[in-house]
Nanobody, 124 residues
Framework: VQLQASGGGLVQAGGSLRLSCVASGRTFNRYAMGWFRQAPGKEREFVAAISWGGDSTRYKDSVKGRFTIFRDNAKNTVSLQMNSLKSEDTAIYYC??????????????????WGQGTLVTVSS
């Protein structure tokens, strides 16, 4: 599976962005998907994950109620809608694929494929 993330950019605090990740391959709907981020000088961290059918999701506590992960298996796409953005959301965001949802909740080691990252900058 090859993943291509897009949608990053510069936004003011309180604004919104939608990130998208398009997957190649015919087995996209068999993978749980996740979003991670890496802020300058910090380690990469989990943001959100979604099961292959879209019925289960999980979020980092600090983004709950502000971010929504969803997927369209017909379009091989997983998206992250980010609202009420804060300066601390500034990071490079990565999408990733895991073979099962439980693996997707184990952190980076649970994922088998990674996209190249897209930069989100939130100005205060």
């Amino acid at each position: 599976v090859q993943l291509q993330a897009s949608g990053g950019g510069l936004v003011q605090a309180g604004g919104s962005l939608r990130l998208s990740c398009v997957a190649s391959g015919r087995t996209f709907n068999r993978y749980a998907m996740g979003w991670f981020r890496q802020a300058p000088g910090k380690e990469r961290e989990f943001v959100a994950a979604i099961s292959w059918g879209g019925d289960s999701t999980r979020y980092k506590d600090s983004v709950k109620g502000r971010f929504t992960i969803f997927r369209d298996n017909a379009k091989n796409t997983v998206s992250l809608q980010m609202n009420s953005l804060k300066s601390e959301d500034t990071a490079i965001y990565y999408c990733a694929a895991a073979t099962t949802f439980p693996r997707a909740l184990r952190g980076e080691k649970g994922y088998d494929y990674w996209g190249q990252g897209t930069l989100v900058t939130v100005s205060s």
